[in-house]
């Protein structure tokens, strides 16, 4: 693994003064692995607290050395289940985080969480660590839909945690999960309906997507479980679009709503397609033109961070034409779409694919900018392919 420095679309992002940074934190560990979740989640009968605070802190250390001169304008604590954490690791993390890079005034600390009440009773704490944000993955106000989905909590246990996260966080999101195999619209509008009504200003609703790898695709494999057809789904789809843009909670991002002024930071980073970094198994980065991954089996990570003082896997230079690709898939899902005056990117677009999505209303073009309009977003998995050369 070599680390080899170039200029390229990374760093002609950084013309701001001071360069700003967002930092991704990933805690592996969860109570039970739920069938739809392809993310880097681990179940162990027993975690060493002691030995997983040094090591965060150790492969911080060395991110920080990579990165110097930098502030931080977020931290992501995402998992796995990070609302397992002992709150002395999370205040142990921010305290070396601010150490090494600095923070921005309106920093934004934000911690996954899960509904159940014994996380719950550690809010206070998490918030008295720095946390200002939390993102609840409520997933469904549906006792039913949660037991399908996997769900260790009910829906009474998830009011409440997020009655109690409402009380100690400053900002609070929650998740849903929508368009499941026996769910009709009217069920889905009135779940979301009651969601809305919560306060919450940031809400991240996803369809069911059939993951690779997942319990969920081993019984679609087998004919125990259908999820909807594309026709329906975008059904739900263009439901939650009209209901959360008439509630003031419009979507940002193809499945981000949030009234303006309250997106989550830490995500426009990524989709922005600025630098980031990323430590904890399974993390990954994106350092000054470098592409980075953590080794992503918990024990494998401890094993690198032993040998070489770090959990890093790959630390390899990402091409131009590879770093346009990237900004422009991660950008188009943004319902601000990307700015073609950035360098790298209008070249890397085929003009006639654009053009005729534009005819046909998919896309929409200014002198500078470039969006997927309301009806493409039903189609970005189709779109992206064809206009990105």
């Known amino acids: 693994m070599g680390l080899r420095s170039r200029t390229g679309l990374l ?4 013309n701001d003064g001071v360069s700003r940074l967002a930092l991704y934190i990933h805690w592996p560990f969860c109570v039970s692995k739920c069938p739809y979740c392809d993310f880097n989640s681990h179940v162990r009968e027993q975690v060493d607290q002691v030995q997983w605070r040094e090591a965060l802190l150790t492969d911080l250390a060395y991110e920080a050395q990579q990165l110097p001169g930098r502030r931080l304008t977020s931290i ?6 990070p609302s397992l954490m002992p709150p002395e690791t999370v205040a142990a993390l921010l305290q070396a985080a601010e150490r090494h890079w600095g923070f921005d005034p309106n920093l934004e600390i ?3 969480a899960n509904p159940s009440s ?3 009773a550690r809010f206070g704490d998490l918030a008295a660590a720095g946390v200002n944000r939390v ?3 409520l997933q469904s106000l549906d006792d039913a839909a949660l037991r399908f989905l996997g769900r260790a909590h009910g829906v009474a246990e998830g009011l409440a945690a997020l009655e109690t996260a409402q009380q100690a966080f400053q900002r609070v999101s929650f998740d849903l999960i929508y368009a499941l195999p026996d769910q009709d619209e009217q069920a889905w509008a009135h779940q979301l309906e009651r969601a809305l009504g919560f306060g919450t200003t940031h809400l991240s609703l996803y369809q069911l997507t059939i993951e690779p790898g997942t319990r969920f695709a081993a019984m679609a494999a087998r004919g125990e479980l259908s999820p909807k ?3 329906e789904a975008a059904g739900f789809y263009e439901l939650t679009q009209k209901m959360t843009e008439a509630a003031g909670l419009p ?3 193809i499945s981000n709503h949030a009234r303006p002024g309250e997106e989550s930071r830490h995500n426009l980073a990524y989709w922005d397609y600025r630098t980031y970094a990323g430590i904890g198994p399974g993390a990954h980065g994106r350092r000054g033109g470098l592409m980075t991954q953590r080794h992503r089996k918990p024990e494998n990570w401890l094993a690198a961070l032993a040998r070489n003082g770090h959990g890093a896997q790959v630390e390899e230079a990402l091409s131009p034409d590879e770093a346009a690709h990237e900004a422009l898939l991660m950008g188009l899902r943004l319902r601000k779409g990307i700015d073609l005056r950035r360098p790298g990117l209008a070249e890397h677009l085929d003009a006639q694919a654009v053009e ?3 005819a046909q209303g998919l896309l929409q073009r200014s002198e500078d900018r470039l969006r997927v309009t309301p009806a493409g977003m039903l189609l970005l998995d189709a779109i992206l392919p064809e206009i990105v050369i």
Do not use: H, I, K
Not at 11 to 14: F, K, L, T
């Open 11 to 14: 760093r002609s992002a950084r």
């Open 76 to 81: 992501f604590f995402g998992g796995g289940t």
């Open 110 to 112: 934000t911690l996954e």
């Open 118 to 120: 014994v996380e719950a």
């Open 135 to 137: 993102s609840l993955g």
């Open 229 to 231: 057809d594309p026709d």
């Open 251 to 253: 979507a940002y991002e």
């Open 356 to 358: 005729r999505l534009e």
